[in-house]
């Protein structure tokens, strides 16, 4: 059975940071494109950032450019999302996703693997 599981989050004033976590169990997930998305009340999800290829290729959302960083250790089958200078308008449920095998993918519903999601909150 495959599952991710996120960690990391929680409450933050602007300007912090914070470092969010997927573990995956079930099967590797090397050759996959990893993909964090989020999604806050009242809105669609979204996507935030992407990891993927052999050398850990990375595309982040205009939105998050610069102050995200995507990256995955194979070896832990885990990918993580470091988050710096956040701002209140990054409030919102994260979500680990695995997609294909196929390089870049920023639509949600190209993902086929879900984690239950953590919150994070940016307090102004």
């Given at each position: 059975q495959v599952q991710l599981v996120e960690s990391g989050g929680g409450l933050v004033q602007a300007g912090g940071s914070l470092r969010l976590s997927c573990a995956a169990s079930g099967r590797t997930f090397s050759s996959n494109v990893m993909g964090w998305f989020r999604q806050a009340p009242g809105k669609e999800r979204e996507f935030v950032a992407a990891i993927w290829g052999s050398?850990?290729?990375?595309?982040?959302?205009?939105?998050?450019?610069?102050?995200?960083?995507?990256?995955?250790?194979?070896?832990?089958?885990?990918?993580?999302?470091?988050?710096?200078?956040?701002?209140?308008?990054?409030?919102?449920?994260?979500?680990?996703?695995?997609?294909?095998?196929?390089?870049?993918?920023?639509?949600?519903?190209?993902?086929?693997?879900?984690?239950?999601g953590t919150q994070v909150t940016v307090s102004s």
């Open positions: 050398i850990s290729n990375t595309y982040y959302a205009d939105s998050v450019r610069g102050r995200f960083t995507i990256s995955r250790d194979n070896a832990k089958n885990t990918v993580d999302l470091q988050m710096n200078s956040l701002e209140p308008d990054d409030t919102a449920v994260y979500y680990c996703a695995a997609g294909p095998t196929a390089g870049l993918r920023v639509r949600a519903g190209d993902y086929h693997d879900w984690g239950q």
